[in-house]
């Protein structure tokens, strides 16, 4: 039985796995071999919710199971599938953004979403199984995005925060108006359910 495992990801390319040795928490056991997929800094990481054998990354350590996301400043998106034991090719990697992906996060309610933000203030929805299809994308911030996070009871509302000194909450399933006129950045797009200003440097939304 997996007492507790989580996951660290550094500027040096390098994610590490570290197993609980017993149910006080006080000794780790760490992988001594690393996961090596991107190309550049990993900026986060975080563990599927339903399945104990999947990660994906992008810089921070999160609690989890053990399927992973990975995000990167080489622009892409890995998911790796730790039963494999191939600790230099992902599951499945992918160009997720034309800047470097900041931010992930894993939809708890469709665990085949995932929500990607990047430095040049876009996010995007992506289903993984088909990564290659059109995605959602909205760039509506300013600035690059500082993390983003889905609604733990909802498939389709996720929170974003940016260096553009702003917070919005989106309803991914509104649809666009097309009978309106093209959004500009001043704009408000019918999806975006939330906007807070005023507040600096957010840097973590949950």
């Known amino acids: 039985m997996l007492l507790g495992r989580f996951a660290s990801g550094s500027i040096d390319k390098k994610i590490y796995l570290y197993d609980v040795r017993d149910e006080s928490f006080s000794s780790w056991k760490i992988n001594e071999k690393p996961y090596v997929f991107h190309s550049a800094s990993v900026e986060d990481i975080i563990f599927s919710p339903v399945e104990d054998f999947k990660f994906a990354s992008c810089n921070q350590s999160l609690w989890c199971k053990c399927i992973i996301f990975l995000g990167s400043v080489d622009k892409t998106i890995c998911i790796c599938d730790i039963r494999t034991g191939n600790y230099n090719k992902p599951e499945l990697s992918f160009k997720a953004h034309n800047s470097d992906v900041n931010v992930i996060s894993w939809n708890q309610k469709n665990p085949f979403f995932i929500a990607?933000?990047?430095?040049?203030?876009?996010?995007?929805?992506?289903?993984?199984?088909?990564?290659?299809?059109?995605?959602?994308?909205?760039?509506?911030?300013?600035?690059?995005?500082?993390?983003?996070?889905?609604?733990?009871?909802?498939?389709?509302?996720?929170?974003?925060?940016?260096?553009?000194?702003?917070?919005?909450?989106?309803?991914?399933?509104?649809?666009?108006?097309?009978?309106?006129?093209?959004?500009?950045?001043?704009?408000v797009p019918e999806n975006l359910i939330f906007l807070h200003q005023g507040q600096e440097e957010i840097k973590e939304i949950k």
């Open 116 to 187: 990607s933000g990047a430095d040049d203030g876009s996010f995007k929805i992506w289903d993984y199984r088909n990564p290659s299809e059109e995605q959602t994308e909205i760039k509506w911030h300013t600035e690059q995005i500082t993390s983003i996070d889905f609604q733990p009871g909802d498939e389709s509302v996720v929170a974003v925060s940016s260096a553009d000194n702003r917070l919005s909450i989106w309803d991914m399933s509104v649809e666009k108006d097309e009978t309106k006129n093209k959004e500009g950045l001043n704009s």
